[in-house]
């Protein structure tokens, strides 16, 4: 494929987006006006002898681990109402300043919350998520909640049946608060749309979250949702957890199967949480095999539930080199590679060395092209008002590839594949940075420039991640520092082939080793 021109072919800069236009996505409908006003009072008590639960200990009850909380519903310490009323009391305290979470059932997650005490009352079997409120990106169908996609062409969508996902994580126990925001159908790691605005950081209320599963992202940080689902393409589990201080997960291909019923290895499903631990229970509720995916694996889902502690110590690790010299805030430099030393005092044997990432650049682009294409083509040609510049820019640009272009990119997928089958013969894990920037200007759509290197397209900024995307192997962002300005970045851990628990058990011991988690968002 020839070079595009940045001027004929790349989307808008954000100097050439209209200000005017901008600052109206954001201020678009306030979560105020979106949300029915929750009652505290109104969920303490009930006919059925809910106790009385304070306001101190409500909020503690927000900043439990997932783990705790199943835990303690289980032992009766704390029913999964309580659990449900600390969290809707939360998010009328907090989801107006960030605005998070965008579609809210209230009255739902309440009755789902009785209907799990009752479950257990009789005595019958719990899901290994019982009682745990949750929430679902925006992006996948939830059977009678509306589900927009962050587009006005779905902004009164209320599906009749849910996603694949969402069958197994109620399968499992937990009970459905609401919906997530996510950019317009996932484009792009900010998330803004024309139906509800922007999401803002909960450490900085001036900057992005990322995205696509931003409002996840946010909503976990602010101890809004104990455990909420994503999905990832470009980096969309990873960038808005790195972005938000929380644990993301990018999961092997066909771990959590997809209805797609599609080959491709590019996008999947997967879990976020604020602990490693939190993480790999909700994923061993949403992983495993089914008929269904054309990739799906036929492995048992419940192993990742498993203790996570390992002995790491010889562990070879390969530390990032820059990427074939990609340009990368020196902040983030700096946060990323101070964590070098905490691999090693874990016993890890770390050498300079990284996957060969040569042609990627347009490979990569070309598969997503074509993909969005074939989304969003014949929406475009019904409402081109209703498609924004990027998207447009995707669909353009899939039109303007040849066949022979797809073929080009295809092939080095497979060579991707086989390199980083060889690359992982002499390491175990691959360490590099999620990001290429700090959480930026949140009025910004995306970066142009990083460190003075013009960004020609709106996912040049975030090649960190989907150069990893490419190598179809599991990828997780765990919170590795701040800047100097208290903005959380993330340390991105590449394990091999299908092994996702043991990219888990490193990034566990990554995490036991350095807390970084637990220093919490200033909106809180």
């Not at 808008?12 to 678009?28: C, K, N, T, V, Y």
């Not at 739902?108 to 409120?133: C, F, I, T, V, Y």
């Not at 992006?139 to 962050?150: E, K, M, P």
């Not at 089914?290 to 390992?310: H, K, M, Q, T, V």
Request: aromatic content about 8%; overall charge neutral.
């Amino acid at each position: 494929m020839s070079d595009p021109s940045p001027r004929a072919n790349a989307p808008p800069s954000g100097d050439a987006m209209s200000r005017r236009e901008f600052g109206r996505l954001i201020g678009a409908a306030a979560v105020g006006a979106q949300l029915p006003h929750l009652s505290t009072q109104s969920h303490t008590m009930s006919p059925d002898g809910v106790r009385p639960t304070s306001s101190a200990a409500a909020e503690e009850l927000c900043d439990l681990t997932a783990v705790e909380l199943v835990a303690r519903i289980r032992r009766k310490q704390v029913s999964a109402r309580e659990v449900m009323t600390a969290h809707l009391a939360r998010i009328e305290r907090v989801n107006p300043k960030v605005n998070a979470i965008v579609t809210l059932v209230a009255e739902r997650a309440m009755d789902g919350a009785a209907r799990a005490d009752e479950a257990q009352a009789r005595g019958d079997a719990l899901g290994p998520l019982h009682g745990l409120p949750v929430a679902h990106k925006d992006l996948v169908q939830t059977a009678g909640i509306r589900t927009t996609r962050g587009s006005p062409f779905f902004k009164d969508n209320i599906p009749a049946q849910d996603d694949f996902i969402i069958t197994r994580i109620r399968r499992a126990g937990a009970v459905t608060l609401g919906k997530t925001n996510t950019p317009e159908f996932g484009a792009g790691s900010q998330t803004f749309n024309t139906v509800f605005g922007a999401t803002r950081n909960p450490y900085d209320l001036t900057k992005t979250c990322g995205g696509s599963s931003g409002g996840a992202a946010v909503a976990l940080a602010c101890g809004m949702v104990p455990i909420a689902d994503g999905s990832d393409t470009g980096g969309s589990l990873r960038n808005p957890a790195a972005f938000c201080n929380v644990v993301g997960f990018r999961p092997s291909p066909g771990r959590v199967p997809s209805e797609s019923g599609g080959w491709s290895p590019l996008s999947t499903g997967g879990p976020m949480a604020r602990t490693v631990a939190d993480l790999a229970l909700f994923f061993s509720a949403i992983a495993g095999h089914d008929p269904r995916g054309a990739l799906s694996i036929d492995e048992d889902g419940r192993r990742f539930a498993g203790a996570l502690d390992a002995n790491v110590k010889g562990a070879r690790v390969a530390w990032w080199r820059g990427l074939g010299g990609i340009p990368f805030e020196p902040e983030i430099t700096r946060v990323v590679d101070g964590n070098r030393a905490v691999f090693e005092r874990l016993g890890c044997v770390v050498e300079d060395a990284e996957p060969d990432f040569a042609g990627v650049d347009e490979a990569f682009p070309v598969l997503r092209h074509t993909s969005y294409h074939a989304s969003y083509a014949a929406l475009l040609r019904q409402r081109p008002e209703w498609i924004k510049d990027t998207i447009k820019w995707e669909i353009a640009e899939a039109e303007r590839n040849t066949g022979a272009d797809v073929g080009r990119a295809m092939a080095r997928q497979a060579a991707m594949y086989s390199q980083s089958r060889q690359f992982f013969e002499r390491y175990d894990y691959f360490v590099l940075p999620v990001t290429q920037v700090a959480p930026f200007d949140v009025t910004t759509p995306y970066p142009t420039e990083i460190a003075g290197t013009p960004m020609r397209t709106y996912i040049d900024w975030m090649r960190s991640c989907w150069y990893v995307t490419f190598m179809s192997n599991p990828a997780i962002s765990v919170p590795g520092g701040f800047t100097a300005g208290g903005l959380p970045v993330g340390v991105q851990i590449v394990g091999r082939h299908r092994d996702d628990w043991s990219v888990l058990r490193l990034a566990y011991a990554f995490e036991q080793a350095t807390k970084h988690s637990q220093q919490k968002p200033r909106v809180l």
